[in-house]
């Protein structure tokens, strides 16, 4: 099946600062979206972005799918922004509605 | 709109006992998903429905799974008997028929089997 890897794995960051954060996979995919999970468990959709820019306030992501990658940016961050971020795209020869998640990166933002 | 609602959020239970997660999609979503996240596996689909008729189970562990979609509005996840090896958060998801559309998932069910 397809293999996706989000680096870096933890990412510690004082509050205002900026971080990138990637998500490499091994096939070209249709569909590819990034999550956030609160540190209350929470999955929170942030986009829906098979190719090209989005951005949604502070946040902002790209997928290069050519390349087989999606990079998602945090602007300022804040310490709300803590938890977990997932990308998650479909299998390889797979329903593109079948999303398989990274294993994620977990952000730390410290007051 | 409420979002995708599921319930309990928290169920401990003995092994051997029979479990039933319930969920309820956000309304006019044409599909509905039943992920299971483990420290070990990370978030794993176990089935998905289209139109309340299931598409693909191929993610579903045991045949001690089972799930449901009697109507558009509810979808039961059933562990029978379930195990220790059951604990861990399942969540459920929907999302619009049209094309591919962003995937959203409520608050989870905290499973743990004593």
């Known amino acids: 099946g397809i293999q996706v890897e989000q680096s870096p794995p933890d990412l510690i960051l004082q509050e205002g600062a900026n971080s990138t954060l990637r998500c490499n996979f091994s096939d070209s995919v249709n569909n590819l979206q990034w999550f956030h999970q609160n540190p209350w468990g929470q999955l929170i959709n942030l986009f829906y972005?098979?190719?090209g820019t989005k951005q949604n306030g502070r946040l902002s992501a790209t997928t290069v799918a050519t390349e087989r990658y999606s990079l998602l940016y945090i602007s300022s961050s804040q310490t709300t922004d803590s938890g977990v971020y997932f990308c998650?795209?479909?299998?390889?020869?797979?329903?593109?509605?079948?999303?398989?998640f990274g294993s994620g990166t977990q952000l730390t933002v410290l007051p | 709109d409420a979002g995708v609602i599921q319930s309990p959020r928290h169920e401990v239970t003995e092994m051997g006992q029979e479990v039933t997660l319930r969920c309820k999609p956000i309304s006019g979503h044409d599909y509905l998903f039943w992920y299971r996240q483990t420290m070990m596996r990370g978030l794993e689909l176990l089935i998905y429905f289209n139109n309340n008729v299931p598409i693909d189970d191929s993610g579903m562990p045991e045949d001690r799974f089972s799930a449901k979609m009697p109507n558009a509005s509810f979808s039961t996840l059933k562990i029978q008997p379930s195990e220790p090896r059951d604990s861990a958060v399942y969540f459920c998801?929907?999302?619009?028929?049209?094309?591919?559309?962003?995937?959203?998932f409520g608050s989870g069910t905290q499973l743990s089997v004593l």
């Open positions: 998801a929907s999302s619009l028929g049209t094309g591919v559309e962003k995937l959203f």
């Open positions: 998650a795209v479909p299998p390889y020869r797979g329903s593109a509605r079948q999303l398989t």
């Open positions: 972005i098979p190719s």
